[in-house]
């Protein structure tokens, strides 16, 4: 399992990883995607760009290659 630190909480992650790619420099990111939240934001590795979800509940709904589990549920 891979852990991500949300505030003072530890969520359980799956492991399920998706690709993201920036809006800015095109550069594909490899991310855990969490079982039961939404990642509304993420930082580029490569221009270091402080990315937000557009439309959706999370930047892998606008700009992964996978839906988040959130998402599919509803």
Same mark, same amino acid.
């Given at each position: 399992?891979?852990?991500?630190?949300?505030?003072? @909480? !530890?969520?359980?992650?799956?492991?399920?990883?998706? #690709?993201?790619? %920036? $809006? #800015? =420099?095109?550069?594909?990111? !490899?991310?855990?995607? $969490? #079982?039961?939240? %939404?990642? $509304?934001?993420?930082? =580029?590795? #490569? =221009? @270091?760009?402080?990315?937000?979800?557009?439309?959706? %509940?999370?930047?892998? =709904?606008?700009?992964?290659?996978?839906? %988040? $589990?959130?998402?599919?549920? @509803?």
């Amino acid at each position: 399992m891979v852990f991500l630190a949300v505030s003072s @909480k !530890r969520v359980v992650m799956s492991d399920k990883f998706g #690709n993201v790619t %920036c $809006p #800015n =420099c095109s550069h594909k990111q !490899r991310m855990a995607i $969490p #079982n039961d939240v %939404c990642i $509304p934001f993420y930082k =580029c590795e #490569n =221009c @270091k760009s402080m990315i937000k979800a557009k439309e959706s %509940c999370c930047v892998f =709904c606008d700009y992964g290659d996978t839906l %988040c $589990p959130v998402s599919i549920k @509803k």
